[in-house]
């Protein structure tokens, strides 16, 4: 099973309001990414995390809060966003390690298509 | 820093040709290469994976070519089909030492074949 997956598929909020995405993978990978995408843009790495501590934190605003309560499950806090963060939101999960059988290939989830109000 | 550049930005051919995507990067310290597949509105579905290490990849009608010292790696895709039709993005991978869990992504090439 080499399946990412996110929850909604869209979301629409106002400034005010507090959401939730989430990510989840069964593959035994123990890193997880957030990425952001705009319309025509490459993905743009906004968190890592591996073996569940953030290892990565691309100065993202304080408004977005990542969590990572298992090694399968990653979520993205939001809170007081702007209309320009909406965007595609990615997650991605690898096999993080030093030896040579370990790949590190990224697989990506579906995506959730935020919109901001 | 590392740059990832893709050429063309964008390809319009007739099904059934043979075509190649270009990827060239600036720093041939790299961990691997990464070609994935975009289509629109949707997530990045990864076609093939080259270790530093390779010098190619081969996947159905698909082909990775890595070169590390000249910082290049092509995706050639044989007789091409409109379900081909999707935006390709390359990403490299730096070392495990600096930043290994970062993947720098090139711009993508938008493919469209036509019937």
């Known amino acids: 099973d080499t399946e990412v997956t996110q929850t909604p598929k869209h979301l629409v909020m106002g400034m005010t309001n507090k959401k939730s995405l989430k990510c989840e993978q069964h593959?035994?990978?123990?890193?997880m990414y957030w990425y952001k995408q705009k319309a025509k843009k490459p993905p743009e790495l906004m968190f890592v995390y591996s073996y569940e501590k953030l290892s990565i934190n691309e100065s993202v605003p304080s408004r977005f809060s990542p969590e990572c309560p298992n090694s399968s499950l990653l979520n993205l806090h939001l809170h007081a966003l702007q209309p320009e963060d909406s965007a595609l939101y990615l997650c991605?999960?690898?096999?993080?390690?030093?030896?040579?059988?370990?790949?590190?290939?990224?697989?990506f989830g579906p995506g959730t298509r935020l919109t901001v109000l | 820093k590392q740059e990832v550049t893709q050429i063309p930005a964008a390809l319009s051919v007739p099904e059934g040709e043979n075509l190649v995507l270009n990827c060239s990067f600036t720093d041939s310290a790299i961990y691997n290469l990464q070609w994935f597949r975009q289509d629109p509105g949707k997530g990045l579905t990864s076609l093939l994976l080259i270790q530093s290490s390779q010098r190619e990849q081969t996947s159905g009608r698909l082909n990775a070519s890595l070169d590390k010292s000249s910082g290049r790696s092509t995706l050639y895709i044989a007789a091409s089909q409109p379900g081909d039709s999707a935006t390709y993005l390359c990403?490299?991978?730096?070392?495990?030492?600096?930043?290994?869990?970062?993947?720098?992504f090139g711009q993508g090439t938008e493919l469209s074949v036509k019937p």
């Open positions: 990403a490299v991978r730096p070392p495990l030492y600096n930043q290994g869990g970062k993947l720098i």
């Open positions: 593959m035994g990978h123990r890193a």
């Open positions: 991605a999960s690898s096999a993080p390690g030093t030896s040579g059988r370990d790949k590190n290939e990224q697989f």
